[in-house]
């Protein structure tokens, strides 16, 4: 099976600009998850989709939001780029919400 | 709070020495335990996980861990350290209460000697 993708790998923005960042699960998983990886604030979860629905969501402002499609396929989007959202941001899906995730490589958001 | 402790911020270990990375967590019933490793720019790769019964387990690139509940521990272990296995390394639980989110620790910096 093919493993998580995440498209795209690396991104540049100024700020001010939206961002939106696409995540293909592994074939069969119907959770995704989406996480902020920063050197000062480690690994933070931004949300959980589920069937379509947000499950759970981090501590995050209203700037960050995102969507599951029917086929599983998710994206998050960023509006109104902070230099601070410069991050890794990781998608992980898993076949039910208890299992375990499988992480894809990841996108570098990079706000200039 | 810190959910999720891992109390090495760096190791440091020679090729062939012995290994073991800490992690603690302060939930009251038990959650699924994972670890994972992350080698620069890429994502995190599972290298085991726990969710229930025998409290020794074993993932891949020789690793195991051990899930101790009196101390509120899963410990990772590796008998003989590759090069390879320079890397940071995750700690992570899912708790029952907030299925889907995952809760990581800051992570352990390996740096492994010829």
């Known amino acids: 099976k093919a493993g998580v993708t995440q498209t795209p790998r690396y991104l540049i923005k100024t700020r001010g600009q939206q961002v939106t960042l696409s995540c293909s699960p592994i074939?069969?998983?119907?959770?995704v998850s989406w996480y902020q990886q920063t050197p000062g604030q480690g690994l933070q979860f931004l949300f959980e989709?589920?069937?379509?629905?947000?499950?759970n969501k981090g501590n995050f402002p209203g700037r960050f939001s995102g969507r599951q499609f029917s086929n599983s396929r998710s994206e998050m989007n960023v509006s109104t780029l902070e230099l601070g959202d410069s991050a890794l941001y990781l998608c992980a899906s898993s076949y039910d919400r208890a299992d375990t995730q499988y992480f894809g490589p990841g996108t570098r958001l990079t706000v200039l | 709070a810190q959910s999720v402790t891992q109390p090495d911020i760096h190791i440091t270990v020679s090729e062939g020495a012995s290994l073991e990375l800490r992690c603690n967590y302060s939930?009251?019933?038990?959650?699924?335990l994972f670890w994972y490793v992350q080698s620069p720019g890429q994502g995190l790769q599972l290298l085991l996980k726990y969710f229930s019964g025998d409290t020794l387990v074993q993932g891949i690139k020789g690793f195991e861990a051990e899930f101790k509940r009196s101390q509120s521990s899963f410990n990772l272990r590796k008998p003989s350290v590759h090069w390879s296995d320079a890397a940071e390394y995750f700690c992570a639980v899912n708790r029952g209460s907030t299925l889907g989110r995952l809760y990581f620790g800051r992570g352990t910096q390996l740096t492994v000697w010829p």
């Open positions: 074939s069969g998983h119907r959770s």
């Open positions: 989709y589920f069937s379509e629905t947000q499950r």
């Open positions: 939930y009251g019933a038990t959650p699924y």
